[in-house]
């Protein structure tokens, strides 16, 4: 049986190019003995003049059966319990079909995502990576932690589901189609980093997740974070605003991702 949310997937223009958001929700953090539970994939055209995310192309959001019960402490954090993923498989053949679309692949904490995806989908590993969490200088910018939530709060974004797999996914494109003050995206960054990088096929094992570097703490849940924190607050950046404000007006602080004053 196969399960998952799909939209039709959009024409690219011809001067556009394609980057896939990818996140996984597992049994655990060790991706040499912890199953893939929940794969969320979206495709974005961005321009790669100004680096700027223009739309959203395809989604898709699937559940699966990792063949083992998930551990309660695993549920506690996804939601996410062994009934729900019962007999569940992803739709392999749309999958390959969205990886193969993206010129380069984009997760935060990309190491943990690709390393899990790697198992179910090894072609992955050909394909360029790049991380929102490291390749964006969060704390230079004035962010007190680079973790996905954090940065959603900072940013007054706010999703319905924390730690599933295409809220968080949607928040990251959001998160991403932001600037900080400059006009440029934070995207761009990404994008200047995949057009330059050297492929090279892995040379060491992935770096452990922790539960502290994937679940927010209880300090950051409770903090909202002081404007003298920041430095001149995120604007959005590019024509995607209203898109995004359309798939998260329900869960948007008052205003959209305003600069704080």
Not at 78 to 83: C, E, L, P
Request: charged fraction near 25%; include cysteine; proline fraction near 8%.
């Amino acid at each position: 049986m196969t399960v998952g949310a799909h939209n039709r997937p959009q024409p690219v223009e011809q001067s556009d190019r394609v980057a896939g958001f990818v996140d996984v929700e597992t049994t655990g953090l060790d991706p040499s003995s912890d199953e893939v539970v929940e794969l969320a994939l979206a495709l974005v055209a961005y321009d790669p003049q100004t680096g700027n995310i223009v739309r959203i192309l395809e989604e898709y959001v699937g559940l699966r059966d990792p063949g083992v019960p998930i551990p309660v402490e695993a549920s506690r954090l996804h939601g996410i319990r062994s009934s729900d993923v019962r007999g569940r498989m992803l739709d392999d053949d749309r999958v390959r079909s969205m990886l193969e679309r993206a010129d380069f692949l984009v997760a935060h904490n990309a190491e943990f995502d690709k390393a899990f995806l790697s198992k179910l989908y090894p072609e992955v590993l050909r394909k360029r990576w790049v991380c929102s969490m490291r390749s964006i200088p969060w704390k230079q910018m004035g962010y007190r932690s680079r973790s996905l939530h954090s940065l959603l709060d900072a940013h007054r974004i706010r999703v319905r589901r924390a730690h599933r797999g295409l809220d968080d996914v949607r928040a990251l494109v959001a998160l991403l189609s932001c600037s900080h003050g400059n006009g440029q995206s934070y995207f761009s960054i990404l994008a200047r980093k995949a057009s330059t990088r050297t492929r090279r096929p892995p040379s060491r094992r992935p770096e452990r997740a922790t539960i502290a570097s994937v679940a927010p703490s209880p300090r950051e849940r409770r903090e909202t974070v002081r404007p003298d924190h920041l430095l001149p607050g995120p604007q959005p950046a590019g024509g995607l605003w209203q898109l995004l404000q359309s798939l998260f007006t329900p869960w948007l602080w008052p205003g959209g991702p305003q600069g704080r004053r």
